[in-house]
């Protein structure tokens, strides 16, 4: 936890660390970020009719179940994904400084904080053709990106040691991603399938993480179990994250 605070205090240096990430992979351009929210709109635009049409779903509330599940599903597997290099990305500055790892985690994390704010633009428009159901339901959106940044901040801290020490975990948990897209109630709905198998998806947990993500702007209520899965793993996450990042923290250098 002290690695963390220390983090927190130099939040200038990740902050600035972060947005210049951003900038970095649209220097030069004329709009500039805004690249990120015209292709999530474009995929969202190509997608919306064409699994609407596999899926037999001509609901109105499509559109926006599936915008937010690929907004929401962008967040969290960038998250993943990036912390497998957290690390070897700031290899210089981890080699030439004593800064606390912690710092190099957040910066990532700011980096896909500002994407998921950029592609939040396309939901509003969304709305306009896939009006929601309105209710105070929606002020659980609150507490609910609170929680799953907590748990993504302390899942890329274990995956970005456990990657930097062993390479092998990083084309592992990419192909893992790529699986969970599919078992994961982004583009279908888990009242699609039969009633026998609607429990398997419990088991994964980021459907519950996208439960209570998407149900409270569609004007829903999340489900009991899935607040429950989220905080439990949230608290496993945090307290493995602190006993690895303080047994490991200066292996890291070593590591690079």
Known sequence: ?????LAIKNYQLWLALGWNDVLGRYRR???????????M????????????????????SFLLHLSLGMIFWNFISSCINDSCNI???SSGIIKQSD???SLYILRVFYRQMVILAHNIIIIPIVMYFSPPIFSLNVLLFIPSIILTSIFMLNVSALIAIFSTRYRDMTPVIQSIMTLMFFITPIIWSIEQLPVERQKFVSINILSS??????????????SNNSWLVCTI???VSLVTSHLVINKYKSRVA???
């Open 233 to 235: 793993a949230t608290i």
């Open 41 to 60: 709109g474009v995929t969202i635009s190509a997608m919306g009719p064409l699994y609407g049409t596999l899926f037999g779903n001509h609901n109105v």
């Open 254 to 256: 070593y590591w690079l």
């Open 209 to 222: 993480f996208m439960d209570i993500l998407r149900s409270p702007l569609m004007g829903h209520l999340p």
């Open 1 to 5: 936890m002290n690695d963390f605070m």
């Open 29 to 39: 351009s004329v709009i500039g970020p805004l690249w990120i929210t015209i292709s």
């Open 87 to 89: 690390f070897h990305d």
């Open 99 to 101: 800064l606390p790892i």
